[in-house]
């Protein structure tokens, strides 16, 4: 992107703040998102001091070997100020946890820590506009679909997001050609907000025949990415980008979708992170809406004909704020700990599962794996087969 | 109606059971369809005697208030020996508890006794056809949708009619313009057998423009109706129709709806009746999709998008065999263990396998695989099927 800009290279604030955000900054790159050992380690390790945490990763002392292993290729390449003074130059800037438009909420609500895939949050957000992150927290919609969209698609796409954009719902969409740029397109038409999120540096137009309408985003919203500038957009970055458009709104709405449809990437993040997920229907014939037929036909979706669908299921009180269990994922695991939890997700969709496989998808030790397992079969979620273990399906939505 | 026919007026069978026709043919005017009291009245306090029922009412001596009430305008009115001779003229017979072709058990589990609404079986069948109406009790599928049908709606009827009557299936309908039509035109087109339920009479044509059609049903398959010979259609009777459409079905499609289509009347019944629901989404721009939407977006139907998606909830073993569930609709698989669910889901959606496949889909080792499938075949979940195991479906509404 090339947005004139005259604001100068250098992060805000003193040299504390720069060089926290250099951290950050190298963090950022040193490992391909998502990377939940990454994080963690972050976190964790250093009770989220992003400086300590890079210069352990820089020094390669003592790190775990899930973060050694994650970060071997790019540890000593350190361009954080130049990322920095490319993202000053595009009038953007990085966002991070320091910050107060960091989505917090949002993104504590993103995979579940011992899950099979890796969903973890951005460890920060490169974004060029003039909207806040912060603006994510309530009544944000990804609205996406097949590139390959139809008249038909178009059409809906721009209704429901321009209806949406009018009632002040914050539109989010991929940038790619087809729904998701119908819906950039009517969510600005109606004066309202959009927000892009790239699966490259946000300094790249991609699509490059998007490059205007990736301009006027910026303007009136934002583009945003985990990836810092330079960045190419690349398969894995197309998923792990689906997985932020889901992760980080209340709701998901898949217009038009092909059986392989990246669309249906993103609405599985949406169901995996708990958020709404709706699928407007179409024509039996067509096929950009076999994936949506499909979503509905499972039972993964809710139907959406219009925005007011949307709206009844997300927010201003949309996800966030949902008590457990009111909406969007029913949770027999509500109350689980995180342990119980990695346990309760290390168990087999169908069969059984020795308790040391168990402990081992699990990443938890035998002992706890089994403590947790006890725990999970009193609470009808867990079944002792033999030796084995099997998941109690329950019924809902999160049961599946 | 006007079949041309050389059929003698008079009903098979001596005089008893000429006498017993009559009786029948009498209970049927007496009171207006449908009629509990009266079909209790008879079943229970004539313990399923006509004669005695017939003759209780016609003397009006010791008759429940209900029954009283509900043949006061007409238990003098009798017109039982035209009937029969009508019908007979026509080709047609009258078809009652006392026939082999009187389908049972799909009259057995109509509505609940204790609903509000009365859903109760027919007293007795008129119909003139090819076809044996025990026929009804397998593989039968209604399909309903708007008179107002769009060309996209009279396509996709069609096509899934046409696909299941090729099939094998029984594709029942309510002779109506739009939808109805469709359905029956296009599996007598596949050389399949149709039958059509009516609002009126059997000896009626209704409507007036389906009146060929309606002779071409009764050739390859059969019309027929609870209303005797010469009833006029009201609006009431359409909504007593849809409910034998449903009633007698395994299933019901909705194929297309506007927001107060009768097809919505019809689903109604089926859901109350515990049979399969599906609809067929359509462009959310078309306003005779509305109505399919909204079964789909309530949960009430399961989407279908062709016939492949209706023969996996009406299969052979369709609805039948269901146990009741808490709600009146089935659970089937409530009570069984995770290695017989497993098992259960090892079972292919279509068609068979062996056991030693079952036992590799549901990672169950082969020995719990054949107990468990022994379990479920005693619940009638599963089938034998020579060597291999076939799935019993009972998927009722309430068991999605």
Do not use: K
Not at 116 to 142: C, H, I, K, N, Y
């Amino acid at each position: 992107m090339n947005i004139d800009t005259d604001s100068t290279a250098c992060p805000r604030g003193g040299p504390a703040a720069r060089r926290r955000a250099a951290a950050w900054a190298y963090l950022s790159r040193v490992a391909e998102a998502p990377c939940r050992a990454l994080l963690s380690f972050i976190e964790e390790d250093h009770r989220g001091d992003p400086e300590a945490a890079a210069e352990a990763v820089r020094s390669r002392a003592g790190l775990p070997d899930a973060v050694a292993s994650a970060t071997r290729a790019r540890y000593a390449t350190d361009v954080a100020e130049r990322d920095l003074a490319v993202i000053a130059r595009l009038g953007g800037r990085l966002v991070t946890r320091d910050s107060d438009e960091w989505p917090l909420l949002r993104t504590q609500q993103f995979g579940l820590p011992g899950a099979a895939v890796d969903g973890s949050p951005p460890v920060a957000l490169w974004t060029v506009g003039a909207m806040g992150l912060e603006r994510l927290e309530s009544r944000a919609v990804a609205i996406v679909g097949t590139r390959a969209a139809s008249g038909y698609g178009e059409h809906v796409t721009a209704e429901i997001a321009g209806d949406l954009a009018a009632q002040d719902y914050l539109v989010v969409s991929g940038a790619a050609y087809g729904v998701d740029g119908a819906a950039h397109r009517a969510a600005l038409g109606a004066g309202g907000t959009t927000v892009a999120i790239l699966a490259c540096g946000v300094d790249r137009a991609y699509p490059a025949g998007h490059a205007r309408l990736l301009r006027a985003i910026a303007e009136a919203g934002a583009v945003l990415s985990e990836y810092p500038p330079g960045v190419a957009p690349g398969r894995h970055r197309f998923l792990a980008r689906n997985r932020l458009v889901a992760g980080l709104t209340d709701a998901t709405v898949v217009v038009e979708a092909g059986r392989r449809s990246g669309a249906l990437n993103t609405a599985g993040w949406a169901e995996r992170m708990c958020r709404s997920l709706l699928a407007v229907p179409g024509p039996v014939t067509s096929a950009t809406s076999v994936g949506c037929h499909m979503l509905l036909r499972q039972d993964r979706a809710n139907l959406a004909t219009d925005a007011e669908d949307v709206m009844e299921v997300a927010g201003p009180f949309g996800a966030l704020g949902a008590p457990p269990g009111a909406d969007g994922c029913a949770r027999p695991t509500d109350g689980l700990t995180a342990v119980q939890l990695a346990v309760h997700d290390g168990l087999p969709a169908r069969g059984t599962r020795p308790s040391e496989e168990v402990s081992v998808e699990a990443g938890v030790s035998l002992d706890e794996t089994m403590g947790a397992l006890a725990v999970l079969e009193l609470a009808g979620l867990a079944v002792r087969a033999g030796e084995d273990w099997a998941l109690v399906r329950a019924d809902g939505p999160a049961a599946r």
